[in-house]
């Protein structure tokens, strides 16, 4: 009989017990995610466990949790993304796994992590909701089609790539799309920066109050989390008022003739998302994308702004966003997805 027991890390002195788990498991899996994720969080270490196989006297599983700073009505509290959930082939069966699990929910509750959320695949998310987590909500995906090839080698239909020429199709596309006919505002700039400034902090303050539930987005979080990632060659969208003061921003990674937003936050002007929205499409329209991306997971008025720029929901791609609360005691709040601002950005990779 298979006898396993669970083993609480030290991220930095027991790095080479679990690196080679992730990488036996984890796709991207590499020593400069580790050093990011696990040990340079601006606060406070990652935190992981490990699976012991005590037949073999070997590691054979791991999971982790990743700090991160939640603003619950405009005050900090200390959450958790429950991530790198792997398990060798040879031990995935219920049981390893589920132990795993139990013995973090155990442990988390001498922590100072008010809560662990997080967006599991579907071979886990069984399991976590068995052990107690339950669902926000649905981590939906919109896309906003710019041209017929809307993805690599992807077409809107097959027969539009031989029937008939596509910049005819892309023509009418740019021409009935939302951007087109949005009337110009003068009084919006817009700016690529390098990097998250103070002007960002300034933007997280206006802005931060707007929803009830929202990650920290503040310029030295925003630097660490896309700039000094290794996943993703991150880039940053702003529009300004009075070419001074940032009113909106998006950030955002080119794959595939596909533009990925993993990240988005403005102020509530009038004009302001709007504007945004608009100027963004239209830029990646001049790049010659095909299609603009963005996962979300929120209030539905910002999701009527997302439809109203021709973002359609694809529902297939639908994923579930899962929360545990370690007191047993569910805020009613935490589980209302009208609450959240939840993008890509705020999951763990």
């Known amino acids: 009989m298979n006898r396993y027991t669970i083993i609480k890390a030290d991220v930095k002195i027991n790095k080479e017990d679990i690196f080679p788990i992730l990488k036996r498991n984890l796709e991207g899996a590499s020593t400069q995610r580790y050093e990011w ?9 990652a935190r992981c466990w490990l699976t012991k196989h005590e037949n073999s006297n070997s590691l054979v599983g791991s ?5 991160r700073r939640v ?8 959450a958790a993304i429950a991530g790198d959930f792997a398990i060798d082939k040879k031990h995935r069966t219920f049981g390893p796994a589920l132990k795993l699990q139990k013995e973090i929910q155990l442990q988390v509750k001498d922590t100072e992590f008010r809560f662990i959320y997080g967006i599991p695949n579907i071979l ?15 981590f939906n995906r919109f896309v906003k089609i710019l041209k017929t090839e809307y993805k690599s080698k992807r077409y809107l239909h097959t027969s539009l790539r031989y029937k008939i020429p596509s910049r005819v199709i892309d023509f009418l596309i740019k021409n009935i799309s939302k951007e087109k006919r949005y009337r110009k505002n003068f009084k919006y700039s817009v700016e690529m920066p390098e990097f998250f400034d103070d ?8 802005s931060s109050r707007q929803f009830n539930i929202i990650g920290e987005r503040t310029s030295n979080f ?4 896309y700039k000094q990632s290794t996943s993703q060659d991150y880039k940053i969208f702003c529009i300004l008022e009075n070419k001074k003061d940032i009113l909106g921003y998006i950030v955002y990674y080119f794959k595939d003739n596909m533009c990925h937003i993993v990240d988005m936050l403005f102020v509530m002007s009038e004009g302001a998302i709007d504007a945004l929205l608009a100027k963004f499409a239209l830029f990646i329209r001049d790049h010659g994308i095909g299609s603009i991306s963005i996962y979300y997971l929120g209030n539905k008025s910002i999701e009527m702004r997302l439809k109203k720029f021709n973002f359609y929901k694809v529902k297939k791609e639908d994923k579930n966003v899962i929360i545990y609360n370690p007191n047993y005691k569910f805020e009613t709040n935490l ?8 993008l890509e950005g705020d999951n763990d990779i």
């Open 199 to 206: 002007r960002f902090d300034k933007l997280w303050k206006k």
């Open 335 to 342: 589980l209302d997805s009208e609450n959240w601002h939840f």
């Open 63 to 67: 999971a982790a949790l990743f700090p």
């Open 222 to 225: 925003l630097n660490w989390r």
């Open 37 to 45: 994720n696990y040990e340079n969080y601006p606060y406070i270490d």
């Open 71 to 78: 603003f619950i009505k405009g005050e900090p509290v200390y």
């Open 124 to 138: 886990s998310k069984e399991l976590f909701l068995r052990i107690g987590y339950k669902e926000i909500g649905k």
